[in-house]
């Protein structure tokens, strides 16, 4: 069974920092991701990475935000500097054992977590 946890999200002020964490079982993926989704507003892709640690960044998060995973592919973590408010939502992690979509495109994945809760005061 294939099980992915969030972790890591909460409310800081704009300019700080938060450390996401996704646990991710039962899969050895090829690509994973993570993506957020604002109240309103479409899920959009923020980071991805693959096996061999090749990523992609959403132009709004570059410089920011850094996607990374353990060697072993069991943890993914997104590292979010310099927060703005716009960076606000629900951040959800996705992973695919095999996908022809891009990093950061929702198709690719059919793996989600939960999802975990980033809110940035201005």
């Known amino acids: 069974q294939v099980q992915l946890q969030e972790s890591g999200g909460g409310s800081v002020q704009s300019g700080g920092s938060l450390k996401l964490s996704c646990t991710v079982n039962g899969i050895l993926y090829t690509q994973a991701a993570w993506f957020r989704q604002a109240p309103g507003k479409e899920r959009e892709g923020v980071a991805g990475i693959g096996s061999a640690g090749d990523t992609d960044y959403e132009d709004s998060v570059k410089g920011r935000f850094t996607i990374s995973q353990d060697n072993s592919r069991n943890t993914l973590y997104l590292q979010m500097n310099s927060l703005k408010p716009e960076d606000s939502g629900m951040y959800y992690c996705?992973?695919?054992?095999?996908?022809?979509?891009?990093?950061?495109?929702?198709?690719?994945?059919?793996?989600w977590g939960q999802g975990t809760q980033v809110t940035v005061s201005s």
């Open positions: 996705a992973a695919a054992s095999w996908s022809r979509y891009g990093y950061t495109d929702p198709n690719a994945y059919y793996y």
